[in-house]
């Protein structure tokens, strides 16, 4: 795992937007797996900065979403497909179409999650999967004690996550319990995977993911064992790293040296 410390949360998305980029423009027909949450902001908003002021375009990608809440609709404000709508789809030129998420209102949710696996092979595997990190450790909704070889499901989420989602809704009483998530199995099978966390309150979470045990307590650790993940995190979020010097090092010989980002 590369991992890139950087001074703040405006470079976190100038970096990450730059891996983007580099996919899109690789392939007339990238695949991208796309994450929601609070994570990813200001990623969105510079890459629909670049479509605006620079071209950049999204027009031949296919979009697969980490996860959707069950029991919210496609047009419920809060759910993940009004979100990434309303903060990527509608700034850039990525066709509506072509954006795939689990249907949080299917009445056979494990059908349908094997539906969403199957979308995915069939569009060649995603080339690139962005995620942010719960402060628990999780990546899409495989809370601590998922199976490392886990499949897109329904899920349960752990009350730390219900609390840390409930800022999104109007009273907790209205947070979904249940989600459907990609597996961290299906994360896996992404050629790249490009993690981007911010603020002190990510620290712990990033420590475990880099460097404790590979384990179920800690569900993003199993990113250790992917061949090609980059972890760009800001000065808060790397806060507990132990070996932060040694990222800042091979970060600055990578740059002298003029290898690319996922070499």
Excluded at 106 to 118: I, P, R
Excluded at 147 to 154: G, K, V
């Amino acid at each position: 795992m590369d991992v890139v410390i950087l001074e703040n949360a405006e470079a976190v998305a100038r970096v990450a937007a730059d891996h983007i980029e580099q996919v899109l423009g690789a392939s007339a027909h990238p695949v991208l797996g796309l994450a929601t949450g609070s994570s990813p902001l200001g990623l969105y908003g510079e890459l629909a900065r670049r479509h605006r002021d620079f071209g950049l375009s999204f027009a031949g990608a296919d979009v697969f979403m980490l996860d959707e809440y069950v029991g919210l609709g496609a047009d419920h404000e809060q759910s993940y497909h009004h979100f990434i709508h309303e903060n990527l789809v509608s700034q850039v030129d990525l066709d509506p179409a072509r954006v795939h998420l689990p249907d949080g209102l299917a009445t056979d949710l494990a059908a349908e999650c094997a539906s969403f696996d199957a979308s995915i092979r069939d569009a060649g595997g995603v080339d690139c999967q962005l995620l942010g990190i719960g402060s628990n450790g999780h990546i899409a909704f495989n809370e601590p004690g998922s199976s490392l070889a886990s499949r897109t499901r329904p899920v349960w989420l752990t009350p730390s996550t219900i609390r840390d989602n409930a800022r999104f809704f109007s009273s907790r009483s209205e947070v979904p319990v249940r989600a459907l998530s990609q597996g961290l199995g299906t994360i896996m099978e992404a050629r790249r995977v490009l993690l981007i966390a911010t603020g002190a309150k990510k620290a712990d979470a990033v420590a475990q993911m880099v460097e404790g045990p590979v384990s179920a307590r800690c569900p993003a650790s199993v990113l250790q064992l992917h061949p090609h993940t980059v972890a760009v995190v800001d000065e808060d979020a790397a806060a507990k790293l132990e070996l932060s010097d040694f990222y800042r090092y091979s970060r600055r010989m990578q740059l002298q040296d003029g290898a690319p980002a996922w070499s």
